[in-house]
């Protein structure tokens, strides 16, 4: 077993979240998140606290750091491949975006809500992070949310709509498009709550950690055929 599979191990053995175990350990969230996902290795010291407080041996959980390197530089390197794909993604998909908002413009002057049924009109989705923002006015007002590096926010995803309440939204159906060097898509213990189930349902949230500070960055949602753009400042 491998460093990051003990240290995961032994976490939830405890009943700990990784912003807990962070707290424990003295070391940002984020950490915590790289050591678990194979893409570091602790210090010596941070290696120690964290034997001392799983009541274990430097050795147990970290028998040969020669060879866990070379597995770490592996995962690295896929892991940078990943992040390249899916800016490149998100760029196609963003091209994609802009090229179908124009031509909407340039076929229609507005566009007609989606129907469901006989009382309910999907106007659209709205994202937006449970924390403090400010609107930026432009062609269209933005709103830019103010995060910082190492913490993690709930984006909320929810359709926009008149009339009927029983019009819900599939998590599935959700992408989300960001970029990889700011964001990790936090898929861990906050998914496998019981709202995460397949329920379909007006709103969703979706968990992120911040890894890095940005001056500026988006995440762009696209869901039933209708997009929305999400924009942050990353303290560091």
Known sequence: MQFHERL?????????TQKELAEHLHVSRSAIAKWENGLGLPSNDSLEEIATFFETTREDLLA??????????????LSRQKKWLITLV?????????????????????KEPTTVGEDAEILGIEACFLAESETLKGDEPLQVYHLKAGETYALSVRLRHRGSKD??????????CFDARFFLFDEGEYWEEPDRDATPSESYPFYFTCLDAAAYT????????YWCRVA????A
């Open 167 to 176: 019009v819900t939204l599939e998590k599935s159906a959700v992408k989300l």
């Open 232 to 235: 942050a400042i990353i303290e």
């Open 8 to 16: 995961k191990k032994y976490r939830k053995e405890k009943k700990l």
């Open 90 to 110: 998100a760029l196609v998909v963003a091209l994609l975006v802009v090229s179908s908002v124009f031509l909407g413009i340039f076929l229609t002057s507005s």
């Open 64 to 77: 040969d750091r020669e060879t866990e390197m070379v597995i770490v530089e592996k995962n690295s390197a």
């Open 218 to 225: 988006e995440i762009l949602v696209i869901a039933g055929g």
